[in-house]
Nanobody, 123 residues
């Protein structure tokens, strides 16, 4: 069973920072790449960032490059999303996903999702 538990969301002013966490099981951490997606009200879920757990390869959506950083803690089997210089348009529910990050930089989400964590950026 794949378990993904997100945390770290909240309310922040524009220009501020938040760090999201996605805790998972050791089994999932050892066999899956992990990605972050987000879904704003009335919009489709979109890719944000991903990390290859075998090689540390990362991929980002153009909209967050240079502002967000995805990282991992092998000992804690947790993946983080450090979000800096937040903008109101970053407001969304952020979801963690276990899937596959290809060498092309394309991330293919699997059907395993966390419950999501709300990020709200005020202007």
């Amino acid at each position: 069973q794949v378990q993904l538990v997100e945390s770290g969301g909240g309310l922040v002013q524009a220009g501020g920072s938040l760090r999201l966490s996605c805790a998972t099981s050791r089994r999932t951490f050892s066999i899956s790449d992990l990605g972050w997606f987000r879904q704003a009200p009335g919009k489709e879920r979109e890719f944000v960032a991903a990390i290859g757990l075998a090689n540390g390869r990362t991929a980002y959506a153009d909209s967050v490059k240079g502002r967000f950083t995805i990282s991992r803690d092998n000992a804690k089997t947790t993946v983080y999303l450090q979000m800096n210089s937040l903008k109101p348009e970053d407001t969304a529910v952020y979801f963690c996903n276990a899937g596959d990050l290809y060498s092309s930089g394309k991330y293919y989400p699997a059907t395993y999702w966390g419950q999501g964590t709300q990020v709200t950026v005020s202007s």
